[in-house]
């Protein structure tokens, strides 16, 4: 799994890379708006009702809706700076020009993407690792062009890449933008269209159904969140970041990644709901970025035992497989082996959408839980601690729920044991002082992604002692 699109992953990134040279774009203070307000500005649309004896959409062609919508996407394309150096500049040294007179910033695209414009004074919506050069740093600068060509320099608002999305602002008025559709209500078989830039072809448009809800493929990492739509209109690399569009014209998805050997379309494409993709922007336009609050829980699927047990309906939910002493869980009166059905209000299907739920709370806020105990069901409400502050006591040790024995702190980039008992060092192998670098391909460097990487049974643990790295096989009951 990667972001570019030469290589043949199973799961690829749609953002296409190319080479160009275009204008400097200085850069600037990121937009933001004001505390309250992002939600109003990105309103959801219910589904116009069509006038008496008139179809919503004609029989045998999409033109008509396709017209309206297809303005509102916009190609992106981030840019790195090069200096022009005195050695690339034989004249200035003719003319007697200094090197910092002859030394000059260009700039250089490194890929393209597609975008959405989600309000008619400029705000455009894209994926996060569009906006990342293939290296994985920040672009430089970023510029949008327009369906009629226009090309605006583009300020990031914020860019979070566990859920793979960005905001972007651009100065202009008076553009077409997409209404955003209530994702939860669409249904497997809704007609769309996938709207974009391919390979840079130019805007193109294809049509498909909804094939599934709620995937989560993985591609985000151990540590990330996701909430898919699937679809098999065509989508290929340089759509990143475009429009999955219901037949009455409103967003459903942002287009992300593609099912492909050679990276090309197969008939299995992805998108981010705009319901979970909304409540992302919010806080990238109102704070720029999205801080998540830790809960000390460890969550597994819920399996036909299980669901026997606890006396469910059916199979769902997800399942405590272990609770932080003294953490946020803890605190809340959870147990290990408490199965949620519920949490904020929504239904908890899976593992992964308690994840996205909580996702959402900030520290410091809390969220009601609804669960099952013995078959009986029960209520709690969940505080959010800080990450990795307020998690545990004593000089800012903590234990994570999936690692008993294990004190930790954090330190730059990384969590560093602490202690660890006789016990835990022989399930763990670690040792005190050691840095715990990777779980299972992802970034250790906060608590939280550390809770959301570990898996019951056997994980892949990168660490760096004073022996140098190892690679340690961590046992999760």
Do not use: C
Not at 134 to 153: C, H, N, Q, W, Y
Request: cysteine-free.
């Amino acid at each position: 799994m990667h972001r570019t699109s030469h290589r043949p992953p199973l799961i690829s990134y749609l953002a296409l890379w190319l080479t160009a040279v275009v204008v400097v774009v200085a850069a600037d203070d990121p937009p933001r708006l004001g505390a309250g307000t992002a939600a109003a500005h990105f309103p959801i649309k219910e589904a116009a009702q069509a006038p008496a004896g008139v179809p919503a959409v004609q029989p045998g062609s999409y033109a008509d809706l396709l017209a309206r919508v297809t303005p509102a996407v916009v190609s992106v394309f981030p840019a790195r700076l090069l200096k022009e150096t005195e050695e690339e500049d034989p004249l200035g040294r003719f003319f007697g020009r200094s090197k910092e007179e002859s030394a000059k910033d260009r700039e250089r695209t490194q890929g393209l993407g597609s975008g959405v414009i989600l309000s008619s004074d400029g705000w455009i919506v894209t994926n996060s690792h569009v906006v990342h050069l293939a290296t994985g740093k920040l672009a430089d600068a970023i510029s949008v062009e327009l369906s009629d060509r226009r090309r605006f320099p583009a300020r990031l608002a914020g860019a979070d890449p566990a859920t793979d999305l960005a905001l972007l602002k651009i100065e202009a008025t008076g553009l077409t933008a997409l209404p955003l559709a209530d994702s939860d209500a669409v249904r497997t078989g809704d007609l769309v269209f996938a709207i974009g830039n391919p390979f840079k072809v130019g805007m193109t448009a294809t049509m498909g159904m909804i094939s599934a809800k709620q995937r989560t493929i993985g591609i985000n990492g151990p540590g990330g969140y996701e909430d898919f739509l699937q679809t098999d209109a065509a989508i290929n690399p340089g759509n990143s970041g475009g429009a999955l569009v219901d037949a009455t014209g409103r967003l459903v998805g942002i287009n992300s990644a593609i099912v492909g050997g050679a990276g090309g379309n197969v008939g299995i494409g992805f998108a981010i709901s705009t319901n979970f993709a909304r409540q992302v922007l919010v806080r990238l336009a109102e704070e720029g970025k999205v801080v998540r609050g830790f809960f000390g829980l460890q969550v597994e699927e819920v399996d036909a035992d299980t669901a026997t047990v606890d006396k469910l309906d059916r199979i769902h939910g997800a399942k405590l497989a272990a609770v932080m002493d003294a953490g946020p869980g803890a605190k809340a009166g959870l147990h290990a082996g408490d199965v949620i059905l519920r949490a904020g209000g929504r239904d908890v299907e899976t593992r992964a959408s308690l994840r996205n739920i909580l996702s959402m709370v900030k520290p410091g806020a809390d969220i009601a839980v609804e669960f099952v105990r013995a078959g009986e069901k029960q209520t709690a409400r969940l505080v959010a601690a800080a990450d990795p502050e307020a998690v545990g006591a004593g000089g800012g040790t903590f234990e994570l729920a999936s690692l008993p024995g294990v004190k930790l702190r954090a330190g730059p980039g990384a969590l560093v044991v602490v202690s660890v008992t006789p016990e835990a060092a022989r399930r763990t192998q670690f040792e005190a002082g050691m840095e715990i670098l990777e779980v299972n391909g992802g970034i250790a460097a906060t608590a939280t992604a550390v809770e959301a990487a570990l898996r019951p049974g056997v994980n892949r643990v990168k660490t760096k002692a004073a022996d140098g790295e190892r690679t340690l096989a961590v046992r999760v009951e």
